[in-house]
């Protein structure tokens, strides 16, 4: 059952990825600055969870518990910071998108993510142990990294912001550039797997709450590298929508650390790209935005459904987890 719910979740949340992307992705194009849309959706969110915090004693009580963890050695510290991980993602994202292009973004970072997935199950860092690397696991994660390299030749999320950090890299070579979102997607897997393990001790929203705090300290730092460049925005859009980018994040993270440890890194990784895919198609066709719907997004999300369940066939038995030290 949990396995099930598990895998439900991750399409949950990659549709929550897309959702949030769109968002952010209108804020950062009124901005022109799609790292400063990351730290308004990041700082919103932590807002939300401070409130939480104040007025839900479930969540103080897993943050007591998740420092405890730390001072006892349960929790190392540098299991505490994955929203870094997150922040270099968005971050990278404005920084070699308009030099590389949203199609060898989105394979170079798809392509770290299950690569890091397989190699964080099988060594065990996350919560649900050590996972073998099977065929059938090999063969999920190929086929959704083509699903990725079919839906992105079509022109899939060209709704990706524009963005002053770009101005930062200028003159680095394309071949050099790629490396940053392959490097970000690795760090995406390792994320989801430390919050996860947070989650197992302080639950999933003291997992989130530490997710925020540390992924706004990292956007603040680049940001104020684009800043010092660009100045502030002359003026703040007034459509409230455009901030609900923190709320939907609060949430998917949240889910995030609780499905990942019923169906380990790689699945939520594969369902979580479906899921996301599938958001897109129903975007492009209840409010399109860019080029709109293509035969290879449609193409792309039957392939992930189809790594999916290859990836979920013949279930192998976790070990236990091992201590990440």
Do not use: K
């Not at 897309?18 to 022109?32: K, M, P």
């Amino acid at each position: 059952m949990r396995r099930s719910v598990g895998i439900g979740s991750g399409l949950c949340i990659g549709a929550g990825v897309a959702v949030q992307g769109r968002v952010n992705g209108a804020l950062g194009e009124r901005l022109q600055d799609g790292i400063a849309a990351a730290v308004i959706s990041f700082g919103s969110g932590l807002a939300v969870l401070c409130v939480v915090y104040v007025v839900n004693g479930s969540l103080r009580a897993g943050v007591r518990r998740t420092w405890r963890a730390v001072a006892d050695g349960g929790l190392r510290w540098w299991q505490l910071p994955g929203g870094l991980c997150g922040a270099f993602f968005v971050a990278c994202q404005g920084l070699t998108v308009a030099a590389i292009g949203v199609t060898a973004f989105t394979v170079a970072t798809v392509a770290g993510q299950l690569t890091s997935s397989l190699a964080v199950d099988r060594l065990g860092v996350g919560p649900t142990g050590r996972t073998p690397v099977t065929t059938m696991r090999l063969a999920g994660a190929a086929l959704a990294l083509a699903a990725v390299v079919v839906s992105a030749a079509g022109g899939s999320g060209s709704d990706h912001p524009p963005s002053a950090a770009g101005d930062l890299v200028r003159g680095v070579p394309p071949a050099v550039l790629v490396l940053l979102p392959a490097l970000a997607g690795i760090g995406l897997a390792w994320q989801q797997a430390m919050n996860g393990r947070i989650g197992v001790v302080g639950g999933p929203y003291s997992a989130t709450l530490v997710n925020f705090a540390t992924g706004l300290v990292g956007l603040l730092v680049v940001e104020s590298l684009v800043l010092a460049r660009t100045g502030w925005p002359d003026h703040l859009p007034s459509a409230p929508w455009l901030y609900l980018g923190g709320v939907i994040g609060v949430v998917f993270i949240a889910l995030a650390a609780l499905a990942v440890r019923w169906i380990g890194v790689l699945l939520l990784g594969l369902t979580s790209v479906a899921g996301q895919l599938l958001a897109a198609v129903v975007l492009d066709i209840a409010a399109p935005a860019g080029p709109g719907l293509s035969g290879t997004t449609v193409a792309g999300v039957l392939l992930t459904l189809v790594a999916v369940a290859v990836a979920t066939r013949s279930p192998v038995r976790p070990e236990p987890a091992r201590d990440a030290s």
